[in-house]
């Protein structure tokens, strides 16, 4: 779930403002978000988003095509600029941005096509990158960023997965998991420094919160259900994901802040709902659901999905203009204003990502 600060402060008000409306947008369906296709940069054909969209309506994700992939940042006008990366990188892409434009992200070190040597990076200009963790021979990835600068991230040890947590002096933490030998991820990260992710083990895979007092701590699962996950935090510790129920299928949910589990509405004829990809402040959330009759497998068959905060579900592909031919495959991030981003498909089968504004005139 972040631009330039003087952007965000010229935004302010309209942010406010318009965050207001999108109660009643949603309700009065088609229409009520105007739609910016996120174009690739120079040389590109594909744009992807990962999971960065800050209050100015700045975004980041990758551009690519045939051959190498590039970290991209898009204004809200869908303009995309190259950040920087090694010289003889084929492979960069930016996941997380904050309102006062630090990007986050990893690029290749190697130039090698199996992508080793992939680091941890962080972007204070789109011209300037940074290492944010000593190369130790480790594989690492920046996943999230809050607005005080603080960084959640992965490393690959050869055998699982372990989170860290930067802080903005460069102190660096490494979280333990809830069992030794699990594989667990820190995907994001609040302005309390709580983070947000899952561990992956023997006993199972659940959802997560690790606070810097108390470590890593298992989220509530649903009645019956033995699985959950979790991608996203707000500033008032509330987490958007998903669980398995009783009968094995897997449903949209929100932790408050106690860690206590609500399961969140399904749309009509879903097989799987999950609400885990962007949580805002005033307590909506995105993601995606598959129905009945598609191919779980394909990423093709998701469909972009909002939750408000009382668990209503949307699907966002009613919630745009009539007869634009473009369907929305993810919803990855939300911020306070409504704005959306995530991954569609044009009526040619092109990909390509996509950001959402509330329309103020659909009151």
């Not at 009643?24 to 369906?29: F, H, N, P, T, V």
């Not at 607005?147 to 979280?175: D, Q």
């Not at 699990?182 to 006993?203: C, I, K």
């Amino acid at each position: 779930m972040s631009g330039a600060r003087s952007m965000h402060m010229n935004t302010f008000r309209a942010v406010l403002c318009t965050a207001g409306l999108l109660v009643c947008a949603i309700a009065q369906a088609a229409g009520a978000y105007k739609i910016t296709i996120l174009r690739p940069i120079a040389g590109k054909t594909v744009s992807a988003a990962q999971f960065g969209l800050n209050a100015g309506g700045l975004s980041v994700g990758t551009s690519g095509g045939t051959g190498a992939r590039r970290a991209t940042l898009w204004n809200r006008q869908g303009n995309g600029v190259a950040l920087a990366q090694p010289r003889a990188a084929i492979f960069s892409r930016a996941m997380g941005i904050n309102d006062c434009g630090l990007i986050v992200g990893a690029v290749d070190t190697t130039g090698q096509s199996d992508l080793t040597g992939l680091r941890a990076v962080r972007w204070r200009s789109p011209n300037r990158y940074e290492f944010i963790l000593t190369d130790n021979g480790y594989d690492s990835d920046a996943l999230g960023i809050n607005e005080r600068g603080w960084i959640v991230g992965i490393r690959f040890t050869g055998a699982v997965f372990n989170p860290f947590v930067a802080s903005p002096s460069g102190r660096v933490n490494y979280p333990m998991p809830l069992a030794e030998g699990d594989s667990f991820e820190l995907l994001s990260v609040n302005r309390r420094h709580e983070a947000a992710g899952f561990d992956s083990g023997d006993s199972g895979t659940f959802a997560v919160r690790w606070t810097e007092s108390r470590g890593v701590e298992s989220l509530g699962l649903l009645a019956g259900g033995t699985i959950s996950a979790a991608a996203s935090i707000n500033d008032h510790g509330e987490i958007g994901g998903v669980a398995d129920d009783a009968n094995g299928e897997f449903r949209a949910v929100r932790w408050n802040s106690q860690g206590d589990i609500e399961q969140l509405e399904s749309l009509e004829n879903a097989i799987y709902s999950d609400a885990q990809l962007g949580i805002n402040n005033r307590g909506f959330s995105v993601g995606v659901t598959i129905f009945d009759g598609s191919d779980p497998d394909d990423f093709l068959s998701q469909r972009a999905t909002l939750w408000d905060p009382q668990g209503e579900a949307f699907n966002l592909n009613d919630l745009i203009p009539p007869k634009s031919g473009i369907v929305l495959i993810t919803a990855n991030a939300i911020n306070d204003a409504g704005e959306i981003y995530g991954d569609a498909v044009s009526a040619k089968g092109e990909r390509f990502a996509y950001l959402l504004v509330p329309d103020p005139r659909r009151r």
